[in-house]
T-cell receptor, first 114, second 114 residues
């Protein structure tokens, strides 16, 4: 399967600052990547679909100006949480698919906003 | 629209006992179904998947699941629990036919008692 790497694994930032999370597909060229968010003791919720070379597609209720997604190459997608607030504290996970029947996940990034 | 329901947010079994984690799905088209495992502060690892081939699917770590269309179920089982099986388990259905967006259930936390 595809190897997906996320960085950083943990980050603590001050309220009002921005944080960038990277998702790299190490052995697979991904035209599409997915970003999920997982609140404590809850399931994963799809936030957006990252499309290489074009705008991301956001799920209903996700603020595109708050969560900026850039997919400039076939191996890298970034999620920037802008003007972070404590309620943005969550576990963010990206995934890459090699086919339309499988997805491979990064290790996740634990964001804490203080 | 596709969805999955996991019955039981917490399941506790004794080491060596049968593991049964329940998942029911709703889908207007033949579904692609998945079970993922998540260890604390880590990403998701695919246990097994159903993609309309054999209804009994065998996965890693001794887990298996049976697709039952008549019951709209895809329950996960393992004959004998091991301490290392303690983790959170997510059932998921793939959204749409041409993408690999996943819709997750709420998860089941499996505890294994010595």
């Amino acid at each position: 399967g595809a190897v997906v790497s996320q960085h950083p694994s943990r980050v603590i930032c001050k309220s009002g600052t921005s944080v960038k999370i990277e998702c790299r597909s190490l052995d697979f060229q991904a035209t599409t990547m997915f970003w999920y968010r997982q609140f404590p003791k809850q399931s994963l919720m799809l936030m957006a679909t990252s499309n290489e070379g074009s705008k991301a597609t956001y799920e209903q209720g996700v603020e595109k100006d708050k969560f900026l997604i850039n997919h400039a190459s076939l191996t890298l997608s970034t999620l920037t949480v802008t003007s972070a607030h404590p309620e943005d504290s969550s576990f963010y996970i990206c995934s890459v698919g090699q086919s339309n029947t499988e997805a491979f996940f990064g290790q996740g990034t634990r964001l804490t906003v203080v | 629209a596709q969805s999955v329901t996991q019955l039981g947010s917490h399941v506790s079994v004794s080491e060596g006992a049968l593991v049964l984690l329940r998942c029911n799905y709703s889908s207007s088209v033949p579904p692609y179904l998945f079970w993922y495992v998540q260890y604390p502060n880590q990403g998701l690892q695919l246990l097994l998947k159903y993609t309309s081939a054999a209804t009994l699917v065998k996965g890693i770590n001794g887990f298996e699941a049976e697709f039952k269309k008549s019951e709209t179920s895809f329950h996960l089982t393992k004959p004998s629990a091991h301490m290392s099986d303690a983790a959170e388990y997510f059932c998921a259905v793939m959204k749409g036919g041409a993408t690999n967006k996943l819709i997750f259930g709420t998860g089941t936390l499996l505890a294994v008692q010595p």
